[in-house]
């Protein structure tokens, strides 16, 4: 059974390829299938838009698809995904998304002299610990947005504000819900 899984995932190629190779690992381990290819597709401004995995199941039964579908929902992947070729659509994942756009163009010179958007990622991965973390990036022409994914987008959000209130780096930055 070859079936296709559009992650609403904003995810890098390699970073795709991280989550295609766990999937292939357990799908080797089962003896359950393969993973045939994958892609990433892009917004016109080269913004990820989601990602695709196709997936090879050795049996085309209801249980087997049951199993990849509670697999997918097991290890993690956002909310708003789908899994195609089965007929309807089936929806998948559990994850919840938050798109952090750093302001890379308005700032004054200095600020971007003397901090650091790896701090920025380290504060807010511990600010988020235990219910997100840092999957994916994108680096624009006017702002870098660093994608997370966890149990809850509203808690992610309110465990990252004091930091971005605080930072300078931070400002004229924007938080969008992606998954």
Same mark, same amino acid.
Not at 74 to 86: D, H, Y
Not at 113 to 134: K, L, P, S
């Given at each position: ?30 003896q359950a /299938? ?6 990433? %597709?892009?917004? +016109?401004n080269?913004?990820?838009?989601? @990602? =695709? *995995? ?14 990849l ?13 789908v899994?195609q ?11 919840? /998304? ?6 890379? %163009?308005?700032? +004054? ?5 003397? @901090? =650091? *958007? ?6 807010m ?10 999957y994916?990036y ?26 971005i ?15």
């Amino acid at each position: 059974m070859d079936l296709t899984l559009k992650l609403n995932a904003r995810f890098q190629p390699k970073h795709r390829f991280e989550l295609e190779d766990a999937l292939q690992e357990i799908l080797e381990k089962e003896q359950a /299938g393969e993973i045939t290819g994958g892609g990433t %597709a892009q917004n +016109p401004n080269g913004e990820i838009a989601y @990602c =695709d *995995i196709d997936i090879y199941l050795t049996e085309d039964t209801p249980e087997r698809l049951n199993w990849l579908v509670s697999l997918l929902n097991t290890i993690g992947i956002p909310k708003g995904s789908v899994l195609q070729g089965t007929g309807p659509e089936i929806e998948v994942g559990t994850l919840e /998304g938050l798109a952090y756009y750093s302001n890379g %163009a308005d700032l +004054p010179d200095e600020i971007y002299q003397t @901090c =650091d *958007i790896n701090y920025v990622i380290e504060q807010m991965e511990q600010a988020m610990e235990g219910i997100g973390r840092m999957y994916s990036y994108w680096e624009g022409s006017t702002y870098t947005a660093l994608y997370f994914y966890g149990t809850s987008f509203a808690e992610m959000k309110e465990k990252i504000e004091p930091f971005i209130a605080s930072y300078p780096l931070c400002q004229k930055s924007r938080i969008e819900q992606i998954a």
